[in-house]
């Protein structure tokens, strides 16, 4: 039910708001604060560098359709198999906790941009100047794959939050150690979830790339996508499944009524925001809920 109602709402707004582009941007952001949700809610890492993987997404998808002659589906499937890729080239990063993690992955995906834009390698990736995806452009496929990937990123968060593995991610979060001694595999169990993530947000990139068919390597190797990601999670409420979602939708609404036409007002707004969560709602909206509903309990009770 969390992942066929946003689903069916993004198959009827299609049809009463004329901006598809717009609502692909908010599918694929509720995918990527799903995806935040997997990796920080439910293990604790929080990656600064997520967009890494979105960029590389983009572009090993986009080079996909250029240089393989793939449709646009199979380029989100090279997409994601390369943010899997990534991911695990990156695992020794768990070594790292914290602040340290967060700051390293940034640093990363600094990295990726840099070499990607880097004028030297122009003939394999074209350097700064981008890649034109035009020629493959399919309004209906990309507005679909978008809502197809929010629809299986929630999907895989309930799963996991509802199953065995997901009791040992928070395991794992609340306590490494313990839960070691009691017998969870750590290193293997952060991987997965971390690979899952990654994934997510390799297909995020490839659809976003393939959508708004000419991109540049600071489009999609941005940290705002991280940032803006990571508010919406946890605008919603980290490990929760409807937070991110909800949180997702609402934040990104405002940005594009209120941050696209005054961008210093919205900063203003997000900064409020996150002060506001800080001080009283460090679980996000699913927290208040939850907290609303355990005082209306209690005054039954009473």
Known sequence: ???????????????????????????????????????????????????????????????????????????????????????AILLPLFRLRGAYFALVTLAVGEAFYAIISNPSLTSITNGPYGLNLAA???????FGMAVGLAGVAILIAALIRRSHYGMTLKAIRDDPESAAMAGINVGRDRFYAWIIAAVIAGAGGSIYGWAISVFYPQDVFDVTISVLAIVFALFGGVGSIWGPTIGAALLYAIYNVVGVSNPQYFQLIYGLIIILLVLFAPRGLAGLVEMVKGRLARGRVS
């Not at 493959?136 to 990309?142: K, L, M, N, V």
């Open 1 to 87: 039910m969390a992942a066929v109602i946003p689903v069916l709402v993004f198959l009827i707004a299609v049809h009463v708001y004329a901006n598809e582009l717009l609502l692909v941007d908010m599918a694929v952001y509720i995918a990527l604060a799903q995806g935040i949700n997997i990796i920080y809610g439910f293990t604790g890492y929080l990656p600064f560098g997520y967009f890494g993987f979105f960029g590389i997404g983009a572009y090993v998808g986009g080079y996909g359709i250029l240089h393989w002659g793939l449709p646009g589906p199979a380029s989100v499937l090279v997409g994601a198999v390369s943010g899997a890729i990534a991911g």
């Open 136 to 142: 493959a452009y399919s309004s209906g496929w990309s």
